[in-house]
């Protein structure tokens, strides 16, 4: 893994958690524990700060990162990502914020002021606009994306338990 510092900033990763060694992690990144990085993730925390909830996975090829502070957006937009959150494969996410319980499906845009609530699930390859929220409990596609329908009883139980599969497979992966 690639873990480097940005302005004496190091990234801070917690316990039993698996960084593949084809990610970079870059300046101002925590990860809780149990967090799985997969292959190819970049994650930059250079102009503001990225945090990672505990069980939560990003997979292969993921980008994140964050939007520095200016005369019109004094905090800027840091990255905050909730626990037991799967981010499927190619995604970005930009200067958002993600609940708990949330999958974003494979190749998905979100984009700077998002908030998605707990218990989502966002489609493959949709976009989400800047500053639109997402609320609790739905499924939402299409670009931009746009929300379709109540998450039904099992796809709640999925949540948690696509979390619970990567923590699973992360600790086979550092043994």
Not at 64 to 82: K, N
Not at 102 to 131: K, Q, R, T, W, Y
Not at 133 to 157: D, F
């Amino acid at each position: 893994m690639t873990i480097r510092r940005y302005k004496n900033i190091l990234p801070t990763i917690g316990e039993n958690t698996y960084i593949d060694d084809s990610a970079v992690l870059i300046g101002d990144v925590t990860c809780a524990e149990d967090v799985s990085i997969w292959p190819l993730v970049a994650a930059r925390g250079d102009v503001n700060y990225i945090k990672i909830g505990a069980r939560t996975n990003v997979q292969d090829g993921s980008v994140l990162h964050v939007t520095r502070s200016s005369d019109g957006l004094q905090a800027g937009f840091p990255l905050i990502i909730g626990d037991d959150v799967t981010v499927g494969h190619k995604c970005m996410l930009h200067g958002c914020t993600l609940g708990n319980r949330i999958l974003v499906g494979m190749g998905a845009i979100l984009m700077d002021g998002v908030v998605v609530e707990d218990d989502v699930f966002i489609g493959g390859g949709s976009l989400v606009p800047p500053n639109k929220t997402l609320e609790s409990g739905y499924l939402y596609v299409g670009n931009p994306a746009r929300q379709v329908r109540p998450l039904k009883e099992s796809e709640l139980a999925f949540l948690k338990q696509s979390a619970i599969n990567y923590v699973e497979l992360k600790n086979d992966y550092l043994e």
